[in-house]
């Protein structure tokens, strides 16, 4: 089942994707990620010495700080706080640097929609660009399902708005892990069909969950390539550097 979409894509298709590194001068690794006219900042601090209260201090922790566009945070940006905690404490090598706590800053510039797959995303590229030590990357989109039961991906504000139910999925990037130089390599599981984070909102069938699985499987493949298109980019260009 098809259906007509207001910017004229396919229910399959994504918006232009836009990932840009080491954007912000002071942090320790910065990213942004837009797709279409949803953008987001992030920044990434550490690690540094100790950790918070409530944290193992054998192990690394991660702190989120979400920063809307305008006003004060709300229960909704909590929410999307503690999700991106636990999807980035989910890929972090948390073994590495004991004790310590990374921050990583995410400042909303625009939200038209999959806002939070697109924190998630802008997030895992400033750990990469950072040098934080990963398990593996990882991507995030956002399905949506119609009233008339078809499931289209990426939607905007005004679809989402219109949608009986979203859910955004992470999935992981590939096996292949972010070590700095001499690390040892850590135990990786087979996760490449595996699926890490599923936040759904409004109801939804057992059946369009699962096809909101695989349209988003699908989809995660087109987003790791560009991911990793962008990251060998930026390795690429930082070896021609030292050398």
């Not at 797709?35 to 944290?55: C, F, I, R």
């Not at 890490?196 to 988003?216: F, K, P």
Request: glycine share 6%; proline share 5%.
């Amino acid at each position: 089942m098809e259906t007509d979409r207001p910017d004229g894509r396919t229910p399959n298709q994504l918006r232009p994707l836009v990932c840009s590194c080491s954007i912000l001068h002071r942090s320790h690794g910065s990213a942004s990620w837009a797709q279409g006219e949803t953008k987001v900042l992030a920044a990434v601090y550490g690690p540094k010495a100790g950790t918070k209260k409530n944290e193992n201090p054998e192990k690394a922790s991660i702190e989120v700080i979400w920063k809307p566009k305008t006003g004060q945070i709300g229960k909704v940006e909590k929410e999307y706080e503690m999700i991106l905690k636990r999807t980035l404490e989910s890929i972090c090598i948390r073994t590495i640097y004991p004790n310590t706590t990374t921050s990583v800053i995410v400042q909303v510039v625009h939200d038209d929609g999959a806002l939070l797959p697109c924190a998630i995303n802008a997030a895992c590229a400033a750990l990469v660009d950072a040098g934080i030590p990963l398990k593996h990357l990882a991507v995030a989109i956002c399905c949506s399902v119609t009233d008339s039961g078809c499931i289209i991906l990426d939607p905007t504000k005004d679809e989402e708005e219109k949608m009986k139910a979203f859910i955004n999925l992470v999935f992981p990037n590939t096996i292949v892990s972010v070590l700095p130089e001499g690390s040892l390599q850590a135990g990786s599981e087979p996760m490449a069909h595996g699926i890490m984070t599923s936040i759904t909102q409004g109801a939804m069938s057992v059946d369009d969950y699962l096809h909101c699985l695989e349209r988003g499987r699908a989809a995660s493949a087109r987003l790791s390539e560009f991911v990793r298109k962008n990251i060998e980019l930026k390795s690429t260009s930082e070896a021609s550097k030292a050398g």
